[in-house]
């Protein structure tokens, strides 16, 4: 969920991350409000938003830390945040790319 702010109609953004979970996709939401805000807010409707988004990428956009090195975020102050170990764990729980290929080496020629 992306493009505005999905907290500012967290409400059907939740509905909509509900229906996609149903249907067995997982939901990422991108936010300019920081993990902590949110969770701190004690909003209903941000609450169901939130429990509805499997991986958070939070904070604003900064152009000064732009790059296009880091994947599916667009500046460096942005977190890939696990929502549902976060809220178990009481923590920030960052998520990491896993690659498949990871595993083999290339042989060197």
Do not use: M
């Amino acid at each position: 969920l992306s493009g505005g702010e999905p907290f500012a109609q967290a409400g059907d953004c939740a509905a909509l991350a509900r229906i996609a979970h149903q249907r067995g996709l997982n939901v990422w939401t991108y936010t300019g409000y920081l993990f902590e805000t949110i969770l701190h807010k004690h909003d209903p409707q941000w609450d169901a938003l939130l429990r509805e988004t499997d991986v958070l990428v939070d904070g604003p956009f900064l152009r000064k830390e732009k790059t296009y090195g880091l994947p599916f975020r667009g500046s460096r102050n942005q977190r890939l945040i696990r929502v549902p170990e976060s809220l178990a764990q009481d923590t920030v729980v960052l998520w990491e790319s896993t690659d498949p290929l990871k595993k083999f080496t290339v042989p060197e020629s």
